[in-house]
């Protein structure tokens, strides 16, 4: 028997969004009830601009695809008009999303996945207060150099003292 074509495309969209799932880093669920054409249409081009990939799908589909990926932590968000975000940075799609709803104050933030993990929308507003990624990273290598650079100067310190000291003692002898 042959399957119907309307289960057939849902099935492929269950597929898409259980791989998507799976490569991203946050899924990133949100209520897009309000807004317009062309406020969508911004949004979705600085998303894409950043890699994050947009969907607006049906909410069953949603939650076949995360059951499937492993998780029902979303199952409970899963009520009206939802779009979500796949992001393998979950700082920039955060941010992204954020700015758009100060700016739009339309829509709001439901709920994200974060690495398999629930993240309410406080957590995706603390996770969109980070700074880049770039940032955190020039960050992390500073942390990482400072005991070397301190290292360096104590023993060039030492060596000063040293040569110092060595000189001292030159003075006396030849005095």
């Known amino acids: 028997m042959e399957k119907k074509p309307q289960l057939v495309v849902k099935e492929q969209e269950v597929a898409e969004l259980e791989q998507l799932f799976n490569a991203s880093s946050v899924a990133i669920l949100t209520d897009y009830r309000g807004i317009t054409v062309s406020e969508d249409v911004r949004l979705r081009a600085k998303l894409r601009n950043a890699g994050v990939e947009y969907r607006v799908a049906k909410n069953t589909l ?6 499937n990926y492993g ?4 199952d ?10 796949f992001a393998e ?4 799609a955060a941010k ?5 709803i100060r700016e739009s104050k339309k829509t709001k933030i439901k709920a994200a996945l974060l690495t398999g993990k629930l993240v309410d929308a406080a957590g995706v507003e603390a ?22 650079a301190n290292f360096a100067g104590v023993a060039s310190a030492m060596l000063r003292q040293l040569v110092t000291v060595v000189d001292k003692v030159r003075e006396q002898k030849s005095a």
């Open 127 to 148: 996770l969109a207060k980070l700074p880049p990624r770039e940032v955190l990273l020039a960050q992390v290598a500073g942390i990482f150099a400072a005991p070397m």
């Open 62 to 67: 949603i939650r076949i695809a995360c059951n």
């Open 76 to 85: 409970s968000y899963l009520n009206g008009p939802t779009a979500i975000a």
């Open 89 to 92: 940075d979950p700082v920039a």
């Open 96 to 100: 992204i999303i954020s700015e758009f």
């Open 71 to 74: 998780s029902t932590e979303l």
